[in-house]
């Protein structure tokens, strides 16, 4: 029997979701997934009906429910100790939750202007200051990690910190982001991950599609 529900919004933009459903599949709980589509006429009031923030991605799980990518990820490394899902050494787990949150809380530039498209390569649409900015951040951050803890992921082994920034390689592939060989070897890691690969299979074949694809 599936032991819960994760609401989500469309796979081919919803950078939240993407989130929210890496740590449900890491986390090994069983789940079934509810797709709310994001940018309907009435969208408004399906995310009332759907959601207490108004916003997706949204856990249903044993008469909780739980909202926020990260509170979500938090819960079901709760429920999984086993799955490892953040570092196990104490420093090396708050830096991970520093940038986790760094994430969360900020890159304002970037998430405005190069918003998630898993299906599209849009290269050449330069990057405003902000975003551009935010890039740099980014990658110093990616930078550092990957070299003080050795990779492929940032803290070695794949945790929730890498699910925070997931949505970010696939904006740096999409808008054809300069990179170094450290960060691509770092970003082909992720998108080479096999949930990565089959929320991009279902991103490709979604019928809905935005204005922004005709750029
Ligand atoms: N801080 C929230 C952000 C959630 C969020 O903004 N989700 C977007 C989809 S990517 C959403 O639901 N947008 C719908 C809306 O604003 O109407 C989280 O971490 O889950």
């Known amino acids: 029997m599936t032991e819960a529900t994760l609401i989500i919004g469309n796979k081919n933009y919803s950078s939240w979701s ?15 997934e509810k797709l709310v589509p994001l940018f309907e006429d009435n969208h408004a009031d399906t995310m009332a009906r759907e959601t207490p923030a108004g916003k997706v991605p949204v856990l249903l799980h044993n008469g909780n429910t739980i909202w926020e990518s990260l509170a979500i990820a938090e819960y079901v490394a ?4 086993a799955a490892k899902m953040w570092p196990l050494d104490a ?12 994430m969360l809380s900020g890159f304002t530039g ?24 935010d890039i740099a951040r980014i990658q110093t951050i990616w930078r550092d990690c990957l070299t003080k803890h050795d990779g492929p992921f ?33 970003m082909d890691a992720v998108l080479d991950l096999p949930d990565m690969q089959d929320w991009y299979a279902a991103a490709e074949t979604e019928p809905w599609v935005i204005e922004e694809e005709e750029y």
């Open 18 to 32: 993407l989130r929210g459903w890496l740590a449900v599949k890491m986390s090994d709980l069983e789940f079934e």
């Open 78 to 81: 709760e429920l999984n100790p």
């Open 91 to 102: 420093g090396r787990r708050a830096e991970a939750r520093s940038i986790a949150c760094e």
């Open 110 to 133: 970037l998430r405005s202007q190069y918003h998630m498209n898993c299906r599209k390569v849009f290269p050449g649409i330069e990057a405003t200051e902000a975003c551009a900015n």
């Open 154 to 186: 940032l803290f070695g082994e794949f945790s929730i910190a890498d699910i925070m920034y997931a949505p970010v390689v696939s904006r740096f592939k999409t808008y054809a982001v300069p990179v170094d060989d450290t960060i691509q070897t770092y």
